[in-house]
């Protein structure tokens, strides 16, 4: 990540520095994707991501951060209803989001992740199989909510959550509101969670709990997540059990990796559950690091519909 020194203000004598700075740092990706049965089956997949921190501390140590981001995506997109599967389109800046911290206390504001999208109890989606991480270990998942930064798009609703760590404890709540977009597809009502986890060694045990307002005379309901992760050497592993009010099936879900040498990994997912039409998603893949934050990547596997995917490309970070 690249650090850009904008503006420090020495005060006079011996008072402390406060300075402010500006963050950038990126990911990138590209290469070959498949999926039987799309209407291109195979095609080139490619993105972008480029985020922009802005970062100022108080000279009581208290951290202030506000993030934004530029992205480019496979798909042409004009704006007005037409798209299409080839080409690119570029988009943002998008929504921003703000974060206070201090010691253990960490306040997320605006366009920010809530307690299970946040990843603070455990990991959502696991480790992900190929360069584009097409099969996670939450694939099956149905009638979820988890509200997280918009990137380069808008947000249609503020979120706001609170963390505490304490030794190997953390627990966390957060808000979303409702985005009034009433009549509409994209209708949501606001939302409420709170999540706990411990960690212990290499391995963390979380929960997450979720009260979501229905909408247009749906009734509320309810959403719970256990998840672990932890890694034993060169083994690495992730899990999930969830279910909610509007899931058919209860949700199971599993991933890891495992390193056959210091620059080739290979991974593994599965998740089965969630609609009663779904059929086991799963998939296995190798990553394998080229050095300077390159890694050519590849995949194959099975979606929720029954259909083969894969892929392959390169990703990196910057």
Not at 41 to 52: A, G, K, M, P, V
Not at 118 to 126: C, I, P, V, Y
Request: overall charge negative; charged content about 15%; cysteine-free.
């Amino acid at each position: 990540m690249k650090k850009i020194l904008f503006a420090s203000t020495a005060l006079v004598a011996t008072a402390s520095v406060a300075a402010a700075e500006l963050a950038v740092s990126g990911s990138a990706r590209f290469g070959l994707t498949y999926q039987e049965n799309r209407t291109q089956e195979t095609q080139l997949e490619q993105r972008i991501r480029i985020n922009f921190t802005g970062i100022a501390e108080t000279d009581a140590g208290v951290k202030f951060e506000a993030r934004i981001r530029l992205e480019s995506n496979e798909g042409y997109d004009n704006g007005a209803g037409i798209t299409t599967s080839n080409g690119s389109t570029g988009k943002g800046p998008g929504a921003v989001g703000f974060a206070v911290s201090t010691g253990g206390l960490r306040v997320d504001v605006g366009s920010v992740s809530d307690v299970l999208d946040s990843g603070d109890h455990f990991s959502w989606g696991g480790t992900g199989v190929g360069f584009t991480g097409f099969i996670e270990q939450n694939s099956n998942k149905q009638g979820f909510v988890a509200n997280g930064f918009s990137g380069a798009g808008n947000e249609d609703a503020n979120t706001v959550k609170v963390l505490y760590t304490a030794s190997n404890f953390a627990v966390s709540a957060s808000f979303t509101e409702a985005n009034d977009l009433t009549g509409t597809a994209d209708d949501a009502g606001e939302n409420f969670m709170v999540g706990a986890s411990y960690s212990f060694g290499n391995h963390k045990i979380g929960a997450t709990y979720g009260s979501i307002s229905g909408v247009g005379g749906a009734a509320d309901s309810d959403q719970w997540v256990l998840g672990a992760g932890g890694s034993f050497g060169d083994f690495a592993y992730n899990a999930i059990v969830a279910d909610n009010d509007g899931q058919d099936d209860l949700l199971f879900g599993a991933s890891g990796s495992y390193a056959i040498s210091a620059a080739t990994t290979l991974v593994a997912a599965v998740s089965t559950g969630g609609a009663t039409a779904n059929d086991t998603s799963f998939g296995v893949g190798v990553n394998h690091s080229l050095g300077g934050g390159v890694t050519l990547a590849a995949g194959v596997g099975s979606n929720s519909a029954g259909n083969t995917a894969a892929d392959v490309g390169v990703k990196f970070s910057f």
